[in-house]
């Protein structure tokens, strides 16, 4: 038997399924954590999409307990974190290696049952093994971890230039680690949290500063020599797009990482972007870089267990969701079958 919280377009409700044996290529996992991610937010207040009813959450990792006929590497008792992004193979973007574009993209804890459950059916394809040394809770990281490297990969961080993200929450500070892995020569952080901006300092930040510092523009080009090289925004409303934009230097590069609501904009004059060379870029969920996710914790180049992560059962869901929504912790994880 098991339990899960399943979304019915409007709310959460406990549910109770029995268990079949995986088919082919499914693996039954026994979920042991699941982060609550500010898509899952965003979804229960009607502002993403997802495919109800479902049970939510993308972030997830496990015990594997069967598996299917036809499944070759993954055997009962591995520990399993899971990509949830399921690409079909066939289209013209998965052909051209863009699986994130995928004209077929399926996502575990969106459009089929994710790991806000006890168990969960998965591809073998999207089961990545760990290290036993790492917890559940921080082998749940390694979805937004992946993401936040593609966002790094495409940043295209060059020696000897300055850096700046924008945001300090989770998603900003996995950037911030990895951002210090680069030949950057100087790195600084706007968060509004003091007690975040502190946090980042200890990461490896050579300053922080409050997005509403009159002086913000003057402080940042004064240590940058004119502004940022690069600027990845992390936080995903309008405003912290338009600061981002505002500390970029000519020549320079500026990643929309963050979510924002799909209705929302601001003006842009092509002239400057012309003049100015300045490229903005996406970055759109994980393409390959799950797996170099796991190996960058296991060769502790990034290292989890300093983040602070807030921990809920399963039954106490709602209070998780609201820890998360007014961010009382950097992470919310739910712990499940310990």
């Known amino acids: 038997m098991m339990n899960a919280m399943q979304f019915d377009g409007k709310s959460l409700n406990p549910i109770e399924r029995d268990l079949r044996d995986p088919e082919g290529h499914e693996v039954l996992l026994r979920v042991q954590a699941c982060g609550i991610c500010g898509t899952d937010i965003k979804i229960l207040k009607g502002e993403s ?35 949830p992004n399921i690409a079909c193979g066939q289209c013209r973007f998965c052909r051209k290696g863009k699986v994130h ?54 940043a295209e961080i060059h020696s000897g230039d300055a850096v700046v993200i924008v945001g300090g929450g989770m998603i900003g500070l996995l950037m911030l680690k990895l951002v210090r892995l680069s030949p950057a020569r100087v790195v600084l952080l706007v968060e509004p949290d003091i007690s975040r901006r502190n946090f980042g300092m200890t990461q490896g930040a050579d300053a922080a500063f409050d997005p509403h510092d009159p002086r913000l523009q003057e402080k940042i080009r004064t240590l940058t020599r004119g502004g940022a090289d ?63 996710a796991i190996d960058l914790v296991q060769s502790k180049k ?27 912790s950097l992470k919310t994880v739910l712990t499940l079958n310990p």
Do not use: W
Not at 245 to 258: A, D, Q, T, V
């Open 302 to 328: 990034i290292t989890l267990d300093d983040i602070a992560i807030h921990t809920f059962p399963l039954g106490e869901i709602e209070h998780a969701i609201e820890n998360q929504t007014e961010q009382k």
């Open 49 to 83: 999409e997802a495919s109800p009813p479902v049970i939510l959450g993308h972030e997830f990792c496990g015990i594997v307990e069967k598996t299917g006929t036809q499944v070759t590497f993954v055997q009962a008792g591995d520990s399993i974190s899971v990509d």
């Open 101 to 154: 574009l995928c004209e077929n993209l399926t996502a575990i804890g969106v459009n089929i049952d994710g790991g806000f459950a006890t168990h969960c059916y998965v591809p073998e394809s999207q089961c990545y093994s760990i290290p036993p040394s790492l917890s559940p809770e921080q082998a749940a990281l390694m979805e937004p971890l992946s993401c936040a490297l593609y966002g790094f990969q495409k």
């Open 230 to 292: 690069c600027v990845i925004e992390c936080v995903g409303n309008i405003q912290a797009v338009k600061t981002a934009y505002s500390l970029l230097n000519r020549g320079s590069h500026l990643i929309l990482f963050g979510v924002t609501h799909p209705g929302h904009s601001f003006a842009l004059y092509p002239y400057e972007l012309f003049k100015n060379d300045i490229r903005i870029s996406g970055s759109f969920l994980n393409p390959g870089t799950f797996q170099a």
